[in-house]
T-cell receptor, first 112, second 110 residues
């Protein structure tokens, strides 16, 4: 069966520091991968999605970037964090673009 | 692009009563409509979905209905239990990333 992992689970970072969040999927090949952010008590904001290695689509212009160095690995990065980057970061995968989408356990980021 | 509106934003029901959450979408080409349940501090979990060639789908106490003409779909939860308390999100897709509604916070009062 398929499994999605995210790490770290929680992170506290000062403003201006860099960020790297990692997501990996097991048990499937060539998944579509997604990064979402959820501010406290709010909805799901799509940040990036990828349909293949090196193929990244950005939904919201901001100080974040994403990369997909391997088929089942998706990385979210920032060079300098802002206070507004605090939130719950969720990675998700799907077999095809319009099929069932499954979320990872998430990373709770607090920028201080 | 697609826009999904979800109502109500909060809903309180007595245990054992039914709960209904409604969503409307704007793009008539959308053909996949999932519902997610998110408990406090947890990831959203897919609980039921429906495709455009089906009008209704049931899974035990939950059901989803789709009206393509009116471009709306609804989640129905019967015999609600305290463990149904969560935030529920609807979404729509036509082959691009899911577009989510803003969520409904359901509280089931024992």
């Amino acid at each position: 069966s398929q499994t999605i992992h995210q790490w770290p689970a929680t992170l506290v970072q000062p403003v201006g520091s860099p960020l790297s969040l990692e997501c990996t999927v097991e048990g499937t090949s060539n998944p579509n991968l997604y990064w979402y952010r959820q501010a406290a008590g709010r909805g799901l904001q799509l940040l990036f999605y990828s349909v293949g290695i090196g193929q990244i689509s950005s939904e919201v212009p901001q100080n974040l970037s994403a990369s997909r160095p391997q088929d089942r690995q998706f990385i979210l990065s920032s060079k300098k964090l802002l206070l507004s980057d605090s939130g719950f970061y969720l990675c998700a995968w799907s077999v095809r673009a319009f099929y069932e989408q499954y979320f990872g356990p998430g990373t709770r980021l607090t920028v201080t | 692009g697609e826009n999904v509106e979800q109502h109500p934003s909060t809903l309180s029901v007595q245990e054992g009563d039914s709960a209904v959450i409604k969503c409307t979408y704007s793009d008539s080409a959308s053909n996949y409509f999932p519902w997610y349940k998110q408990e406090l501090g947890k990831r959203p979990q897919l609980i039921i979905d429906i495709r455009s060639n089906v009008g209704e789908k049931k899974d035990q106490r939950i059901a989803v209905t789709l009206n393509k003409t009116a471009k709306h779909f609804s989640l129905h939860i019967t015999e609600t239990q305290p463990e149904d308390s969560a935030v529920y999100f609807c979404a729509a897709s036509k082959g691009t990333p899911l577009v989510f509604g803003k969520g409904t916070r359901l509280s089931v009062i024992a």
